[in-house]
């Protein structure tokens, strides 16, 4: 592998580099979306349950206990439960946006290496053949195979490694913006039902105005 390294020239160094960087943030955000997917109809009935019983506060602390955008969502329709419908909307919908930079946090990160390792690659076989076209033009007019081989093995080595990161790279982004998508429709879903269950669902209880308090 060191030889390889040595044979691709410097520009094998930074494209190395890249895929680690990609590696790194591919692990954090399969493991951040892990935690942020939940079972969000069951979560949504438990805590419909808990606030049919008039616990808002215990409510409130499972949403704190449990990861991921859906639950916060909750937690704040739950915390802004006596405004009146539209302000409760849009106070969910807001609570909802602020959501969605976190979950596409590095996504960015990851397909900027993905577009840039084969421009790296390119850049060492453009390096190469110059190396290589230079050799000959020193050794001309009896060139041999040894003294033009050093420039196209770096012209392929970096080539091939390029394409190595950035396609998986490319594939890594795509997986975890489809579980974003997943995620925001969940999320999408969940608002929804929180409105109408805090709007018009919920188990009358004590007040004045028509509407249940929490």
Known sequence: MLELMVRGGWIMWPIMGCSIVAATLFLE??????????KHEDFLSGIYTVVNRGNTAEAVSICDQTPG????????????????????????????????????????????????????????????????????????????????SAGIWQALLTTAVGLCVSIPSFAGYNFLLSRVERITLNMEYAAEELYRFLAYDRNPAEGTDGRETL
């Open 29 to 38: 955000r399969v493991f951040h979306l892990h935690r942020a997917q939940i």
């Open 69 to 148: 955008p859906v639950s916060h969502i909750v937690r704040t329709g739950l915390l802004h439960a006596d405004e009146k419908p539209e302000a409760l909307k849009e106070t969910i919908a807001k609570a909802g946006l602020s959501e969605i930079p976190r979950l596409e946090k590095n996504l960015g990160g990851l397909l900027t290496i993905a577009q840039i390792t084969p421009l790296l690659g390119l850049m060492g076989t453009v390096l190469g053949l110059v190396r290589v076209f230079m050799a000959m033009e020193q050794n001309a007019p009896l060139a041999e195979i040894g003294d033009i």
